[in-house]
């Protein structure tokens, strides 16, 4: 069956940087868009990033020019390099695969930006 997990999630002093990885198994993961997700406490969850199958990334604005998305497709991995963290990054991070009918969803990684 489809798995994808998270890695990466902790503690980090606002400033600091984080990079998640989400390692996907049981799927062509080259064919599928790959999405990190967030979700703080009281609230929604938001997309964060995506970058699809062509390399094509997005980002919400609250991330933009800190955050980076990358895949490698021969690892079946996906990252989220995260710089100059903020406190309100403070959420769990989920990473989703989708598009062609698909939506997988990884177990989520904590990730605290608190001095």
């Known amino acids: 069956q489809v798995q994808l997990v998270e890695s990466g999630g902790g503690l980090v002093q606002p400033g600091g940087s984080l990079r998640l990885s989400c390692a996907a198994s049981?799927?062509?993961?080259?064919?599928?868009?790959m999405d990190w997700y967030r979700q703080a406490p009281g609230k929604l969850r938001e997309l964060v990033a995506t970058?699809?199958?062509?390399?094509?990334?997005a980002y919400a604005d609250s991330v933009k020019g800190r955050f980076t998305i990358s895949r490698n497709n021969a690892m079946n991995t996906v990252y989220l390099q995260m710089n100059s963290l903020k406190p309100e990054d403070t959420a769990v991070y989920y990473c989703?695969?989708?598009?062609?009918?698909?939506?997988?969803w990884g177990q989520g990684t904590q990730v605290t930006v608190s001095s």
């Open positions: 989703h695969l989708g598009g062609l009918g698909a939506s997988y």
């Open positions: 049981g799927i062509m993961f080259s064919t599928y868009r």
């Open positions: 970058v699809t199958r062509v390399y094509t990334t």
